[in-house]
């Protein structure tokens, strides 16, 4: 949250980890795109996407990659997040 109150130019993407402390990563995420509204999030977690949807923390449709995961994959998953047109 730090870091997004002191940028001086536009964040473009937040990548951040599903399962923290004190706040979860979509929680982080929704008060970062009040600052950035255009920014991309790609969210991850060692844990499966069907696992944290059925807590609630993760809605069908959002980016999500699954740790752990390699440069390859990440660079692929970064490229389909910035050539979608309505995320």
Excluded: Q, W
Aim: glycine residues 4%; aromatic residues 6%.
């Amino acid at each position: 949250m730090r870091l997004s109150h002191a940028a001086k130019t536009e964040i473009h993407i937040l990548i951040t980890d599903i399962v923290m402390p004190v706040m979860n990563g979509r929680e982080l995420a929704e008060k970062i795109l009040k600052i950035f509204p255009k920014m991309k999030c790609l969210y991850m977690s060692g844990y499966t996407a069907n696992i944290i949807a059925d807590n609630g923390i993760l809605d069908e449709g959002l980016n999500f990659i699954n740790k752990p995961f390699s440069k390859l994959e990440l660079s692929a998953k970064l490229r389909e997040l910035f050539n979608k047109k309505n995320d």
